[in-house]
Nanobody, 124 residues
Framework: VQLQASGGGLVQAGGSLRLSCAAS????????IGWFRQAPGKERERVSC????????YYADSVKGRFTISRDNAKNTIYLQMNSLKPDDTAVYYC??????????????????WGQGTQVTVSS
């Protein structure tokens, strides 16, 4: 199992970025996916998830209406479209999967495989 995250960078407040996470070594079609982030000095927090079984999505209150999680099973890729970025969104972003399974509550402990992280920095 491999997850390769990319797409991070430096952007001004109000700007947009799209993060990608290329998956390999397992069947993404039957796997739950998620994005998490960790800012300096803070704990890792959940950003967004998609349930495999129901297709329902979860968004943290802080990103609702601004971020969109999606998946392209044909390309084995997970995405996080981030719009209207704020300085508080600055963090290392991680993609994660529950390989060929689902999660209970979109928490970090539910996910068994993680990407290496990609830095997002939003300047004011």
């Amino acid at each position: 199992v491999q997850l390769q995250a990319s797409g991070g960078g430096l952007v001004q407040a109000g700007g947009s970025l799209r993060l990608s996470c290329a998956a390999s070594g397992f069947n993404l079609d039957y796997s739950a996916i998620g994005w998490f982030r960790q800012a300096p000095g803070k704990e890792r927090e959940r950003v967004s998830c998609i349930s495999f079984s129901s297709g329902s999505t979860y968004y943290a209150d802080s990103v609702k209406g601004r971020f969109t999680i999606s998946r392209d099973n044909a390309k084995n890729t997970i995405y996080l479209q981030m719009n209207s970025l704020k300085p508080d969104d600055t963090a290392v972003y991680y993609c994660a999967v529950v390989v060929e399974g689902d999660y209970n509550g979109c928490t970090a402990s539910d996910f068994d495989w993680w990407g290496q992280g990609t830095q997002v920095t939003v300047s004011s």
